[in-house]
């Protein structure tokens, strides 16, 4: 069992982050000590790993909270990796659109 600075330290993400995670329910409840201080197993790390790729990614909130809560940690690299595949297919979408109007414009300043 870890403390929030343990968690905070091997998940790599500040513990104002977490407890702001778990406020939006972004991650499941974390269980609580006879002292009320929350304390995370290897499970909760691996959410929270997780969770801290997928926003590198640039991956939404919201996007992330969908992803989650599809997870079936026992299976999560098939999980993971499929969730990932989607999330390249949109960014693949977003480079398409941004070269786009990159087109555009360098159209516009030759004229």
Known sequence: MYSIQQ???LAQIPSSTI???EKITLIPPIKRNKQEHRTFDD????ILNLIRCFRHLGMSIEDI???ISTINL???EMNTKAILFQHKK??????????AY??????KIVS
Do not use: F, P, V
């Open 90 to 99: 949109k960014l693949e979408e977003q480079i398409g659109i941004l070269n």
């Open 43 to 46: 499970k909760d790390i691996e």
């Open 19 to 21: 407890r702001y995670y």
């Open 74 to 76: 026992e299976h999560d």
């Open 7 to 9: 968690a905070s330290q």
């Open 65 to 67: 909270r969908a992803s």
């Open 102 to 107: 990159i087109d555009e414009i360098e159209k």
